[in-house]
């Protein structure tokens, strides 16, 4: 793996500080596996749930570097972390994704193991229809509901009270009235990344809610990378959805994992996860 315009971390780590083409920073983490080689397989790029940010996955990626000599990119999404971007006009699917072909290509990978957790999840779903030659496989945990007409107009009317709210309260104001509907372990992750986030980059980024990430699970059809879906656990990411998508993807696979109360921190997450994540990327790609 080749690292341009980045900076040294601790040890094995370099800080990606990037640019998008239009003007906005774009913030990831690099943590190259212990003992890594092509032997182990592509890099694998995780992006976060809607309100962490990249902080949320460190011990799952360190989980993956020491168990199966994984190299881990770590992005802050647009909008999340120090990704800022305060204008809700570039918050849509098809940036997110071309964001990522801009860290692989600022960073010299060609193709990667693309993944993440709810909004990270959609994400890595568009890169794949979109940039299919940039996704060697992708991993999904806890995928978004895809919405009906109906369903979509609330989403939008939500993400847009929450926009409000940060506007005038704060950031703890948007996510006050929402954190005791979450999962404990989303909602311990929300709250650990509140601190490092951006005020009016977080209001910007509730616009995502005005775009369509997909219309039916028939678009899914079309992506043909082989795919772990691991299901989430509550109605904004339905486990019942999660099986769906793993049945019309055409290389899909439904973990034997899951989303559950049980699990209260990010350690938990790298701990229940990481195993079956390090298992089908070297399954695919291990030699």
């Known amino acids: 793996m080749t690292f341009s315009r980045t900076s040294r971390g601790e040890e094995g780590e370099a800080l990606l500080n990037d640019r998008a083409d239009d003007g906005w920073p774009l913030h990831a983490r690099v943590m190259r596996g212990e003992g890594a080689s092509d032997e182990a397989g592509p890099p694998v790029l995780l992006m976060h749930g809607g309100g962490p940010d990249h902080r949320s996955l460190l011990p799952l990626a360190g989980e993956l570097r020491a168990r199966f000599g994984l190299s881990v ?13 305060r204008e809700p006009a570039l918050h849509t699917w098809a940036r997110y994704a071309d964001d990522v072909v801009s860290w692989l290509d600022c960073l010299g990978v060609q193709e ?16 794949a229809l979109a940039h299919p030659d940039r996704v060697a496989a992708a991993v999904l945990v806890s995928v978004e509901d895809i ?18 709210r940060v506007r005038r309260g704060g950031i703890e104001a948007g996510w006050a009235p929402i954190l005791g509907e979450l999962a404990p372990l ?12 951006d005020r009016e980059s977080a209001a910007a980024a509730a616009a995502i809610g005005r775009d369509r990430s997909f219309r039916s699970l028939d678009e899914l059809r079309s992506v043909h990378a082989p795919i772990l ?7 904004r990411h339905p486990p019942e959805l999660a099986q769906a998508v793993a049945q019309t993807l055409p290389r899909g696979e439904l973990a034997r994992v899951a989303m559950s109360a049980e699990l209260r921190d990010a350690e938990d997450f790298g701990l229940a996860f990481a195993p079956a994540i390090g298992a089908f990327v070297r399954r695919h790609f291990g030699r």
């Open 147 to 164: 919405e009906d007409d109906q369903a979509k107009e609330a989403e939008r009317r939500y993400m847009e009270a929450f926009a409000e």
């Open 229 to 235: 879906v691991i299901p989430g656990m509550d109605r």
């Open 73 to 85: 990119i770590l992005p802050d999404v647009r909008g999340y972390g120090r990704s800022v971007c």
């Open 186 to 197: 989303i909602g311990r992750m929300v709250e650990e990344a509140l601190p490092r986030a």
């Open 112 to 127: 990667a193991v693309v993944g993440g957790a709810g909004l990270g999840s959609t994400i890595a779903l568009r890169v």
